[in-house]
């Protein structure tokens, strides 16, 4: 028995994706509620193209409290010049653009997860359903993909860029070669804990060339951090031929993700205090930090220890942790 076809998405642009020149509008999304029975999302986006080319569709705020890539997006969308361009960008500063005006991870909406909602449903909540349109509308329009993202309010992260091992080793040079233009002060070949869902996966699996960032963390942005963005956004257009201009690069460190290792978890919930600060080194077993519990005094802290040599990449933000909250991650 064949799949039903799927339903047409409810979302509708006010851009043309073909037209010349540049176009600043909306991606629009009915949605009734409370104080606006015919209401809607509107997702802001621009379109910038001129002649024949590859495209870039360059996305921030997948999560809500990660502000980089919206920084960066929203001042390239303003300054960018059809004239400098060869081909097509494609600039949405927010994708789960109710997460991002609340200023949290995910919808108030819905609670969804934008990064672990793909590939959408048009007849779903809001979240799926922005999702959907990214998987059936976007994407196929896009050769390459940069998704921007930090460590939220949760997590503190190393700057760096990142992309996946793959199993088209074309595919994944190509994506590594757009890292290394980025010119972040590190660089990851990243293992994420559960791909499924997730707009990465989405894009790899049609063959997109798909890098993402972790530049920072805390639910802030530092005036470090958003010129690594900025910066780096602008590289990678260039390098992709997409941009006139020479990249403005530096040196990069390459860092990898082997395995789970890489990851510690509490199995306790406390008050966590660091022992190790990002960007130290640490050697397996060594305690990278102490979780107390906090219901009386006296108590023995849990240990969190390494399991790999290698350095601290990211470590949990707030100073209260939950059991099963990522703590701390390694890269060697």
Known sequence: MSEPELRASPITSSVDFSAEGIQHGFLRLPYS???????SVMIPITVVKNGEGPTALLTGGNHGDEYEGPIALFDLARTLKAEDVSGRVIIIPAMNYPAFVAG???????????????????????????ADYFQRVLLPLADIVLDFHSGGKTLDFLPFCAAHILPDKAQEARSFELVDAFSAPYSMKMLEIDAVGMYDTAAEEMSKVFITTELGGGGTATAKSAGIAKRGVANVLRRAGILAGKADVSS??????????CFAFAEEGGLIEPLVDLGETVVKDQMVARIYPIGRTGAQPSEVLAKM?????????PGLVKAGDCVAVFAA
């Open 33 to 39: 509620r409370d104080d606006s029975a015919w209401g």
């Open 104 to 130: 949290t991870r995910t919808s108030p909406i819905d609670k969804g997860n934008m990064n672990r909602s793909f590939p959408g449903r048009p007849d779903g909540t809001v979240t799926p359903k922005i």
């Open 252 to 261: 990069t460190q390459w860092l990898d993700m082997p395995d789970g290792d």
């Open 309 to 317: 040599d290698g350095m601290l990449c990211a470590r949990h933000f």
